[in-house]
C-alpha cells in the first residue's frame, strides 16, 4: 500500500498537482461518509413524508366520517317518531325540521316496505320510489344502517351518497321483526368536496373520496388520475403519475363500508412528488456535495496559494541559481526580503554558496594561470635546451669528412629544430595541449624552405585544413612531415635537377590525412622493398614506425621517373570534422 502511495506521488508533475492528488486522496472518506448520510437522510425523510401523509389521510376520513355518524344518529332519532313512522304530512314535517340544520343533507326520505315514498323533507317527485335502486334488494336483509353511492338523487337532482337504515316493526312472542321500510338520507357530493377541500392543510395538497375500484369520486382540486391503490397498508404511502405526467405520492385511509360489505368508499391525501421530497432532495445533495466543494475549494486554495507561497519563489530561486550558474555571482533578488522565512534561508544559502564558488573560482584560475605559467615555461626552455643541443651540433660539423656524415648532422638538427618549433608555437599560443594544424604546418614549411635554401630549384608547396593537434601528435606528425620533405630533397632530384614538392593536409570523417607528393625521379616498391633511390630504406621505415606509432598508417606510390606519394592517415581528436 505504501509502495503504491509513493508511485502515485511521484513528482513527476508540479507540486500542486501532488498536494491536490493528496488532498484528494484524504477527503475520499469524508466523501463516502457524505454520500452514505445523505442516504440516511432521503431514508429519514421519506419516513416523515409516509407518517405525515397518512396521518392526514387518515384525519380527513376521520373528519369526513363524521356526516355519516350524523346520519346515522339522525335516521336513529326519526325511525323512533311515531309520526315518521305513519308518513304522510305530519312526517314530512318533523324530517324537514330534523334536517332543517344540516347543510350536508340535501333531503331525508321515509320509504315503506314496497319502496313507495310515504314521505320526505323536499318536495317529492311524481314517480317517487327506490325498487329501482341498486341497494334496495338488501334493506331488508342489512338489518342495519348502511351507506350507498353514488347515485344520482331524483329529488335532490344531484349527486349524492344515500344513508340507509332500515326500519322494522317489534317482534312478536318469538322475537322476529317486520320489515316496514326504509330511514335515507342523501348526502350532498358537492357539500362533500366543498368540506373535503376546507380540510386540506396544504395548497399543493389534494383530498380524494374514491369508490371501491380506486377510481377517484370527487376531490378538492382538479385532478386527472386514473385509479389509485386502495389496497395500502396504514402508514403506507404510493406513487402515481396524473395524465400529464406528473409525479404524486399519496396515502389511503377507509371512509366507510357499503351495503355489500365490498365496495368500500376511501379517502386518499396526495401531494406532488417534487414538493414533498424537493426539500429532502437538496438537502441530500448538500450533504453529499459538501465534501466534493470542500475539494474544490481547497484545490482553488492550493493552486492560488502554492502560486504565491511556493512556486512564485521556487521560480525566483531557479532563476537566481542559472545566473550564478553563468557565471553571474554578484546575482542578488531584492524580492526575497518578502518572502516565507524557509526560502528567504534558501536564497541566503544560495548566496553564500555562489560566494563560496566565487572565491574557489578564483583560486582555481589563479592556479591555473599559475600553471599554465609554469607549462609555458617549461616548453620555452626545452625549446632553449633544443636550441643549445642544435648549436652544439653546428661546432662540430665543420670538421666532420664525408658528404654523409654532414647530412646526418643536418637531418639530427632539423629534427631538433622541429620539435622546438612545437614547443615555442605552444609557448607562444599560451595552449597546454592543442596546436592549431594549420599554424603548425605553415612553420614547418617555412623551416624546411630555410634548410634548403640552397635548392631554390626545388619549389616547395603547402596546403593545410585546419584542426585541433594534440602534442603528442604535432610532434609525431610534424617529424614524419620533415623527414618525408627531407627526403624528397635529398633523394628524389639529383642536382642539378629541377622539381616540385607539394603538401598537403585534409580531413575526412574524423581523420587526417597528410601527403606528400613529387615529381622526382620515383623509385620501385615491390613487397616492402625498394630500388632505384640509394640508401633511402632507413627513412622510409622511420616514416611507417612514425605512422605507427600515431595509431595511423603509411603509404607509398612511387615507380621510376613517375615521382612519389607518401601518404600518413591517422585519428583526430573527437569533433575535429
Not at 343533507?105 to 316496505?113: I, K, Y
Not at 642539378?496 to 614538392?501: F, L, N, S, V
Amino acid at each position: 500500500m505504501k509502495a503504491a502511495l509513493n508511485r502515485l506521488l511521484q513528482p513527476r508533475g508540479s507540486v500542486r498537482r501532488s498536494i491536490l492528488l493528496l488532498i484528494g486522496l484524504a477527503l475520499v472518506p469524508l466523501m463516502i461518509l457524505g454520500v452514505a448520510r445523505s442516504l440516511v437522510v432521503l431514508d429519514r425523510d421519506r419516513a416523515a413524508v409516509e407518517a405525515q401523509l397518512s396521518e392526514r389521510a387518515l384525519s380527513t376520513a376521520r373528519a369526513e366520517s363524521e356526516v355519516l355518524t350524523t346520519a346515522r344518529a339522525l335516521l336513529t332519532l326519526l325511525s323512533d317518531s311515531t309520526d315518521v313512522q305513519a308518513g304522510g304530512p305530519a312526517c314530512s314535517m318533523a324530517l324537514a325540521q330534523a334536517s332543517s340544520g344540516f347543510s350536508a343533507f340535501s333531503n331525508v326520505s321515509r320509504f315503506d316496505a314496497n319502496g313507495a315514498l310515504l314521505c320526505s323533507s323536499t318536495q317529492p317527485t311524481p314517480l317517487a320510489s327506490v325498487v329501482g335502486q341498486p341497494w334496495w334488494p338488501v334493506a331488508d336483509t342489512a338489518g342495519k344502517f348502511f351507506v350507498s353511492g353514488p347515485h344520482w338523487g331524483t329529488m335532490s337532482q344531484r349527486k349524492v351518497l344515500v344513508a340507509v337504515l332500515p326500519v322494522h316493526a317489534p317482534g312478536d312472542a318469538k322475537g322476529s321483526s317486520r320489515f316496514q321500510g326504509v330511514l335515507t338520507a342523501s348526502i350532498d357530493l358537492g357539500w362533500m368536496q366543498r368540506s373535503l377541500r376546507s380540510r386540506t392543510l396544504q395548497s399543493d395538497a389534494v383530498s380524494l373520496v374514491l369508490d371501491g375500484e380506486g377510481k377517484p369520486l370527487l376531490s378538492s382540486e382538479p385532478v386527472s388520475f386514473s385509479a389509485l391503490d386502495i389496497r395500502l397498508q396504514s402508514g403506507a404511502i404510493l406513487e402515481v403519475r396524473d395524465a400529464e405526467g406528473h409525479r404524486w405520492s399519496y396515502a389511503v385511509a377507509p371512509l366507510v363500508t357499503s351495503f355489500d360489505g365490498r365496495n368500500a368508499l376511501h379517502i386518499a391525501y396526495a401531494m406532488p412528488h417534487a414538493i414533498l421530497f424537493s426539500w429532502s432532495w437538496w438537502q441530500a445533495g448538500l450533504i453529499a456535495t459538501t465534501p466534493f466543494f470542500a475539494v474544490l475549494l481547497a484545490s482553488i486554495a492550493i493552486w492560488f496559494g502554492s502560486s504565491q507561497l511556493i512556486l512564485r519563489w521556487l521560480t525566483s530561486l531557479r532563476l537566481l541559481a542559472e545566473r550564478f550558474a553563468a557565471g553571474d555571482y554578484h546575482a542578488r533578488d531584492a524580492s526575497f526580503c518578502h518572502a516565507p522565512q524557509e526560502f528567504q534561508a534558501l536564497a541566503n544559502g544560495l548566496y553564500r554558496m555562489s560566494e563560496a564558488v566565487q572565491a574557489r573560482d578564483i583560486d582555481l584560475r589563479a592556479a591555473l594561470e599559475q600553471q599554465q605559467a609554469l607549462v609555458r615555461e617549461i616548453h620555452h626552455r626545452v625549446k632553449n635546451n633544443l636550441q643549445v643541443i642544435t648549436s652544439l651540433l653546428n661546432l662540430p660539423s665543420t670538421d666532420l669528412d664525408g658528404e654523409a656524415a654532414t647530412a646526418f648532422i643536418e637531418k639530427t638538427r632539423l629534427r631538433i629544430a622541429t620539435i622546438s618549433l612545437v614547443h615555442r608555437l605552444l609557448y607562444e599560443a599560451g595552449e597546454l595541449e592543442l596546436l592549431s594544424s594549420r599554424t603548425l604546418f605553415g612553420d614547418l614549411c617555412g623551416l624546411l624552405r630555410r634548410t634548403y635554401r640552397d635548392r631554390p630549384e626545388i619549389e616547395l608547396n603547402c596546403d593545410f585544413a585546419e584542426s585541433p593537434l594534440q602534442l603528442d601528435t604535432a610532434v609525431s606528425i610534424s617529424l614524419w612531415l620533415v623527414e618525408a620533405v627531407s627526403n624528397a630533397m635529398l633523394h628524389a632530384f639529383p642536382k642539378p635537377a629541377r622539381g616540385r614538392i607539394e603538401t598537403r593536409f585534409t580531413i575526412c570523417h574524423g581523420q587526417g590525412l597528410l601527403t606528400v607528393a613529387e615529381d622526382g625521379i620515383g623509385f620501385a616498391v615491390a613487397g616492402g622493398a625498394q630500388s632505384g633511390r640509394g640508401q633511402i630504406g632507413r627513412g622510409l621505415r622511420m616514416l611507417a614506425g612514425i605512422g605507427k606509432q600515431m595509431g595511423g598508417q603509411t603509404t607509398i606510390q612511387s615507380a621510376p621517373e613517375t615521382g612519389t606519394m607518401l601518404s600518413l592517415a591517422f585519428p583526430l581528436p573527437i569533433g575535429s570534422d
